[in-house]
């Protein structure tokens, strides 16, 4: 069997992607089922690119023709799944990042109003009343 073009260069981006899911796991950024997803992502993407004949056992339970067909409709499906997954992630560091706001504003008040003579923030000052001073007339 001897590789053509787009399968090494293939190859190499799986590898490359297979290190920094490596690296990600170990720096904790993903946790293990994620690591496992992408890992098996990966290694499917290597053997379809190592045996791209491989692709043709699959086309007639798919009722497709050509390879490029199905690899463009599976990639489009996978794109969606990946989109969803990610829209999930983004509202839930929206709520986070809410809470965190709203958690930090109620401090912030709590020491301005509550206790303005213990501010003990660095280098930070008691913010003064908004209110304008009334002059003596």
Same mark, same amino acid.
Request: charged share 15%; aromatic share 10%; proline share 4%.
């Given at each position: 069997?001897? $590789?053509?073009?787009? /399968? ?16 990600? %796991?170990?720096? #904790?950024? %993903?946790?293990? +089922?994620?690591?496992?997803? +992408?890992?098996? *992502? +990966? ?7 190592? %045996? ?12 497709? /023709?050509?390879? !490029?067909?199905?690899?463009?409709? $599976? ?6 799944? $990946?989109?969803? *997954?990610? %829209? ?5 560091? #929206?709520? #986070? *990042? ?7 504003? !109620? ?5 301005? @109003? !509550?206790?303005?003579?213990? *501010? @003990?923030?660095? @280098?930070?000052?008691?913010?003064? @009343?908004? #209110? ?6």
């Amino acid at each position: 069997m001897q $590789l053509k073009g787009i /399968q090494i260069l293939g190859i190499v981006l799986v590898a490359i992607a297979l290190v920094q899911t490596y690296i990600f %796991y170990k720096k #904790k950024r %993903y946790n293990l +089922w994620d690591f496992l997803l +992408w890992v098996g *992502i +990966w290694i499917s993407a290597a053997i379809t690119f190592i %045996y791209p004949g491989i692709a043709n056992l699959v086309l007639p339970a798919l009722t497709l /023709q050509t390879s !490029i067909f199905a690899t463009l409709i $599976l990639s489009t499906i996978v794109s969606y799944m $990946l989109l969803f *997954i990610i %829209y999930g992630s983004l509202k839930d560091l #929206k709520r #986070k *990042i809410g809470e965190i706001a709203q958690s930090q504003a !109620i401090l912030r008040y709590d020491i301005e @109003n !509550i206790h303005p003579k213990q *501010i @003990n923030i660095e @280098n930070s000052k008691p913010i003064e @009343n908004s #209110k304008p001073k009334e002059e003596n007339q």
